[in-house]
């Protein structure tokens, strides 16, 4: 017997005399993970309107670890027919031109020594195409992502602060150029203090008790703040479900 969820779901909206029904459709495998979504338009609960089919990484390889929510492919199929909407490689390291390393990192900390780069199942994500537009990630043996890569060919590349423990940047380079590279530096908390720019202009950030960077005060007849990220709040490995980059 699998695990329990939620199969379908009925939208029904003005209930009574004029009512008019929605429908989603679901299915799950025995991990959790969603294979199938079904969506029916109102007044057709019978055949879908659309359906999006999930397909996930089987490897005993990556299954035997645990790994076993890594998303391959996703497709879409209406009355158009199917659209695949993307496609998603892992743990390809120098398999061509546009493949980087699995990269060493020693001095890591609290780190399995046995997960060294011999070991290539992990499960980062290393290869994504969604409608024709690719990009390459390369990681370290941490898992930290260090280098992104387009389809044309454009590198942007991190090297990890050793006052971090390696998984915040310490330098942001574009197209390998130095004299296009970023540097920044943290507090013990992992707080920015300070970003040095190509230019090598060199900048505190002011900071709220939260983290967040203040542009303007806020004064009786003036505009409010307005809020940015911070540098830490960047995502360090791309945005795919259930963070793929693994350990």
Not at 134 to 152: F, M
Not at 159 to 187: E, F, Q, R
Request: glycine residues 12%; aromatic residues 10%.
């Amino acid at each position: 017997m699998g695990n329990v969820y939620v199969g379908s779901v009925v939208t029904t909206q003005n209930p009574g005399a004029g009512q008019v029904q929605s429908k989603s459709v679901q299915a799950l495998d025995v991990y959790g993970n969603i294979t199938q979504s079904q969506l029916f338009a109102y007044g057709n609960l019978s055949a879908p309107a659309r359906t999006y089919n999930y397909t996930y990484l089987t490897d005993g390889n990556y299954t035997s670890r645990y790994i076993r929510n890594r998303v391959t492919q996703v497709t879409v199929t209406d009355a158009d027919g199917t659209t695949v909407l993307s496609t998603t490689g892992y743990d390809g390291y120098n398999v061509g031109p546009m493949w980087a390393v699995l990269k060493d990192r020693p001095g890591l900390t609290m780190h399995d020594a046995s997960y060294g780069t011999s070991l290539v199942y992990r499960g980062n994500a290393t290869s994504m195409v969604s409608l024709g537009d690719a990009k390459y990630v390369g990681y370290e043996i941490s898992g930290v992502a260090y280098q992104w890569r387009d389809g044309a060919g454009h590198t942007y590349t991190t090297d990890p602060a050793s006052t971090t423990n390696y998984p915040l940047p310490g330098v942001l380079t574009l197209g390998g150029n130095a004299n296009l590279a970023t540097s920044i530096t943290y507090a013990g908390s992992f707080a920015v203090t300070s970003v040095s720019g190509p230019t090598g202009r060199r900048r505190r950030p002011r900071t709220t008790p939260t983290g967040y960077r203040r542009r303007a005060r806020f004064r009786t007849g003036r505009r409010p703040p307005r809020w940015t990220l911070p540098l830490t709040a960047l995502p360090l490995s791309p945005n795919l479900p259930d963070e793929v980059a693994g350990h």
